[in-house]
DNA sequence: TCGAGCTTTTGAATCGATTCAAATAATGGA
DNA sequence: TCCATTATTTGAATCGATTCAAAAGCTCGA
């Protein structure tokens, strides 16, 4: 094989037909007498052609029919976070409803990540922008496709995006906890700037947080205000968003005189690490502390006991991303889409005094 | 934007030079003059082109730079099911490594994967074989482009695949236990026929069972003998390696006179599940109970307590399945990994009678 | 037998680049 | 100044299909 590739102008001059035919025998086979096609697909079989090379079809057509993903984290970032997965498999589930593809597009480093995006086969991006976002989209830009940004976090309103709104999402977390009664809460903040884990002053909140978690932070203290909590009251401990950090951030919070019965975290995942940290430490939740995680991601469903939390509405933004995309028909201007009170066995009333 | 849709020849004329020298330009900037890339950039520029068109460059190189991850599931499978994406993740880390984009295709008919196949653009696919592995090798075949196989349920030595030492991965796992004293074992099966749910006569393994399971029973099957242990003293529940069925199987298996010591699982999933139902009822792991699952899932070392598993060598298959595809260097003969005993915390000797 | 009205087929243009042999320009040495 | 080199540019061919106006074939009624 390889050197004598056949294509399809060879099926046709083989066959004594035109090209334009033996392309029709292919891709529209009624407009073809029978008895022509047939002899053309008889040949096409003796030389071993296998129809029509999409790079051709693909050239002409100008469409791909696949979208593409694209974050600035490894490839192994869209199988493994549990936020990508749940996003992933919703727009799996829009794509395969419409017999459209999905390219998974990431790189590490800048450079291999211009490249990629630039090479990327694919009528449209949806940008995951967790981190790097701002690059991503400039990126994104100069490759003159359709795009829409996911967890876009700076207020640049010429970029088409979809968000959520987590001002409300973190407020609804909050009256959650307070409704039950808890009045001694702390906070996991997320984040990925080494200056912000430990101990967080509310002031540094506005200037220093990225806007996900920041937008949340607002929502948890506009609810604590209601209740006539100020936020110099409620702990902050600030996570990377991963195992270690949070621990620590759990170990720090319960080695005072009067630890929180409630945790307000800014992911499930974080939440679900400080479940584990609170089992090993023989701390039963809920009876012991109440705890309420932020996303919605299906492991926070399936966890011993199941995690209370604010989910993402994943399968709408899927849709729409994925329609806007298709469709070449953009938001206009950001939308925020609600998040959703999910209440499951993590959250109790406070023990009793 | 979109009616005027600028190409490399518009910029080459507009800066009033060759095309083969506006495409240098872009695609070895060293070989052209300063001055005149110069010029030729900044009409670039102004007249808004996005840089050299994929679909044209692709047609003239012929390659893409991407392989296709195949398989007869929804899209949803590749981030969802913990096996695809322990795959997943592994061939994300070998494509990160040579810059190579994934593309997942995927459809749940056979007419939508017939056309997802043939569409994907990509330089070659690895196939998941996992349920309708051979008509999925069939149609790939059609497309011309080179592909493995992995998880190939049937014996076809013109098939390139990747596989694994099931019998001798059952084998190992199987003598962990005996060699920890158990002598009461059962066995989960997996498989995705209604027929062998519940209770499976050994006699119905060989003609019924797919190969994957029918290796892995035979492997267990080897280490029971060498301990003098006959097929028929170990029940084989099947299940149909999801939550529901795994539950009937614990089920049916503790409601006898003589509950087994330890399980032998066929995969880790199913192995969490039973886990998951052992807890409900109070019987302890390692304890009460012990188990050890098949596959090496990432999960399996996240769970509680941590699953005792016989890990596929998932970073091997990917490295071997990437390169096999980009170099076009597909193996000869069906190849079979090993797998490895991992010992964790859900096996431990049978408490004394 | 003629021609209107269909159905098929043809052939050339097109999609958007890259490539490479040949032409031209610049450089340097004698 | 002239010629041999070397550095740039050019122009046309190519990749592998699809498309569409026009040509050719058919059918059928008058």
Redesign the pocket.
Known sequence: MGKG????????KAA?????????V???P????????ERVLNVARELG??????????????RVNAIGVAAVEPLTYFFDDPWARSLMTAIGEVCDASGTGIAVVSAMNEERLAWNINSALVDGFILLCVEGGERLVELTRQRQLPFIALALGIEDETIPAIGIDNVAGGAAAARHLLELGHRDIAILSIGDVDGLVGLVAPERVDPEMEATPRDRMHGYWQALAEFGIPREAVPIQGTLHDRPSTLTAMEALFSTDNPPTAILAMSDNVALFAMQWLAERGLKVPEDVSIIGFDGVPEAAASLPRLTTVAQPFAEIARRSVTAILENALPKNHEALDLELVVRDSTAAPRPQ
């Open positions: 590739h056949v294509r399809l102008a060879d099926v046709a004594g037909v035109s090209q334009g035919t033996a392309s029709n292919f891709s529209r009624d407009v073809v007498r029978e008895e022509v096609r052609y296998g129809g029509p090379d999409v790079k051709g079809r693909l050239l002409r057509a100008g």
